[in-house]
């Protein structure tokens, strides 16, 4: 009977002590006096000590993973912005251009044609081992822009026309044909460097070539060896671009190893850049993707020029890497040195025949 009244005031004793310790001391032990508690970050007060953790200072932690002890990082926000903002939507408006600037080319000048018609005769223009080659290189490059277009837009543009769970399947298996294609890219752009290297090293031939134009508005066709100064661009860029977005590939492929931009950096220091070295491992992780996209970007909207012309923009090409022969007038009107040099080495070689 007495324990009764007891239990309650006990209780009643309870309930009070949680609401002062709530609505009183609370507050108190947070905020002592506008100081935090342990000093941890070094800060003097609440707002610097949260000011601190939003601009990703480091804090102690006993794991061998110090990125840990980032609470906060802000590059991230910054990284999310980039990638989803003006990358996205410069690289969206890049390859439209790219498209545009095709249509427009077709629309104004048509299919180039043999000026002088099919010959009706043919001349090896790329053996196997260079045809291989360019559809190893360039197969794979194919699928690596539509899986890697797919990882930057396809939310957008796929995902409301398919559904959430085929885009997931999709997207899967995708980013596996991504990751894993990604090394034929790298062995079929190895070997056409090998192949193609000496003859796309600058030409006096070249600068005649690019002050015309390269013919290609008109109906003159400027002398040019085996590879015109337009394709020793392509050459060139498909190389840099090529080896360049392996590398930020590899960084990504292979998280927080590889150090990639702060390498980059410190070379170019070198030369006289002033670039921070000291980048965290999430960092390294931001710039190779910005990087891998941008570049990724530039290089398609350039191989879609690169397929019209290769294909429906110019009568007689497409044969150079389907069958490896061309018609010999298309071989005259656009590579009319690299004709004269072939016919004089089958001139020789008939001179001195083999024993
Ligand atoms: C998928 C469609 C493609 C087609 C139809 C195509 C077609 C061609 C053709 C016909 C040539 C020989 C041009 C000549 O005889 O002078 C060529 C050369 C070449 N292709 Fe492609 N190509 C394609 C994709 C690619 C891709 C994706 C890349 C690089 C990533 C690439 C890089 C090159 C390079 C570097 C050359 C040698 C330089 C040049 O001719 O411009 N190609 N291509």
Excluded at 20 to 32: D, K, R, S
Excluded at 45 to 68: H, I, K, M, Y
Excluded at 311 to 332: C, H
């Amino acid at each position: 009977m007495i324990a009764r009244p007891v239990a309650a005031l006990f209780g009643l004793a309870v309930v009070l002590l949680a609401v002062f310790a709530t609505v009183v001391a609370g507050p108190a032990l947070a905020q002592t006096g506008g100081q935090v508690p342990g000093q941890s970050l070094g800060a003097t007060s609440d707002a610097e000590f949260w000011r601190q953790v939003r601009q990703g200072t480091q804090g102690e932690v006993t794991l061998p993973n110090t990125s840990a002890g980032v609470l906060i990082q802000s590059e991230g926000d910054n990284w999310r912005a980039a990638r989803n903002g003006p990358v996205s939507t410069y690289g969206a408006w890049t390859l439209l251009g790219a498209v545009i600037a095709v249509a427009a080319f077709f629309a104004v000048r048509g299919r180039i044609r043999i000026h002088e018609g099919p010959a009706g005769v043919t001349i090896e223009r790329f053996k196997a081992i260079e045809r291989f080659a360019h559809w190893l290189m360039a197969g794979s490059f194919v699928i690596l822009a539509i899986t890697g277009l797919n990882i930057l837009y396809g939310r957008y543009v796929l995902k409301p026309v398919i559904g959430p769970d085929a885009f997931a399947a999709i997207t899967l298996f995708g980013k596996y044909a991504h990751n894993y294609l990604s090394l034929a890219f790298m062995v079929g752009l190895l070997l056409a460097f090998v192949l193609w290297v000496v003859h796309n090293l600058p030409h006096r031939s070249d600068l005649v070539w690019m002050i015309k134009g390269g013919g290609i508005l008109g109906s003159a066709h400027p002398p040019a060896r085996k590879f015109n100064a337009g394709q020793k661009i392509l050459f060139w860029l498909v190389m840099l671009g090529g080896v360049s977005i392996s590398l930020s590939g590899i960084s990504l492929m292979f998280p927080f190893e590889t150090a990639l931009f702060a390498k980059t950096f410190a070379l170019l220091n070198v030369v006289g850049f002033d670039l921070p070295t000291n980048l965290s491992a999430m960092q390294e992780m931001q710039l190779s993707q910005l990087w891998h996209t941008i570049v990724a970007v530039f290089l398609i909207a350039v191989i879609i020029a690169h397929i019209y012309i290769g294909s429906l923009g110019m009568e007689g090409a497409f044969d150079a890497m389907g069958s490896g022969q061309v018609d010999v007038n298309w071989a005259r009107e656009h590579h009319s040195l690299w004709v004269e040099e072939v016919e004089a080495q089958h001139a020789a070689r008939r001179e001195s025949p083999a024993e």
